[in-house]
């Protein structure tokens, strides 16, 4: 004779609910989910925090990588000027603030002089660049628009000679790199970096 299931109530009696195993496991893979997209909104928040200083630094490095290219192609300043200082050329070492291009109209040389606004302020914190945005009316132009220093800001550029593949240093060729650091509260420092090699002609 088969043995029989009982059936109470319509329910059967064999049925049993989750072990402690795997709700434990279904535990820690919904956290797992729920990390990773914590972890998201983190990345998305820092992105956002930073994204108008990465612009202005982007824009400040590019801004100097192509006034260099413009003052070979006009022969504003020799070749030989597209150095750094110690090497015999025009261009200040390390870390600068971000001054206004002086008489030699370069940024980043000993004749950089203290900013001003396009209403010809001038700019706080020693003169480094600054921009001017609209206050809380949320225009440009009013009385209460706020000047915003980039005296956080610093540019390096750096100039180095370029090697031939026999080893002998190419005379008509130099490799440029300009990084702008800047720093933010409460934000580790960050950086934007670029590199291009300039050649005696154009």
Not at 52 to 71: G, M, V
Not at 161 to 181: C, D, F, M, R, W
Request: include cysteine; glycine fraction near 8%; charge should be negative.
């Amino acid at each position: 004779m088969k043995p029989t299931k009982r059936i109470v109530g319509g329910k059967d009696r064999a049925q049993r609910g989750f072990s402690l195993i795997e709700v434990m496991i279904a535990m820690v893979v919904m956290t797992v989910g729920l990390l990773a997209v914590i972890a998201t909104f983190a990345t998305a928040i820092a992105a956002t925090e930073t994204a108008q200083e990465n612009l202005i630094a982007r824009h400040k490095a590019l801004d100097a990588l192509e006034s260099i290219y413009t003052a070979r192609n006009s022969q504003q300043i020799p070749f030989a000027a597209i150095n750094n200082v110690a090497s015999g050329g025009s261009f200040l070492s390390g870390p600068q603030p971000l001054l206004c291009a002086g008489p030699d109209g370069l940024v980043g040389t000993t004749d950089d002089v203290p900013c001003t606004t396009t209403a010809g302020a001038a700019c706080p914190n020693g003169g480094a660049e600054c921009l001017v945005l609209p206050g809380p009316d949320g225009v440009l132009g009013t009385a209460d628009d706020e000047i915003q220093s980039l005296a956080n800001f610093t540019r390096t550029i750096s100039i180095n000679q370029v090697l031939q593949p026999n080893g002998t240093v190419n005379q008509n060729l130099v490799a440029i790199s300009i990084t702008v650091s800047y720093t933010k509260t409460g934000w580790p420092a960050q950086s934007y970096t670029t590199n291009a090699l300039i050649s005696a002609y154009h």
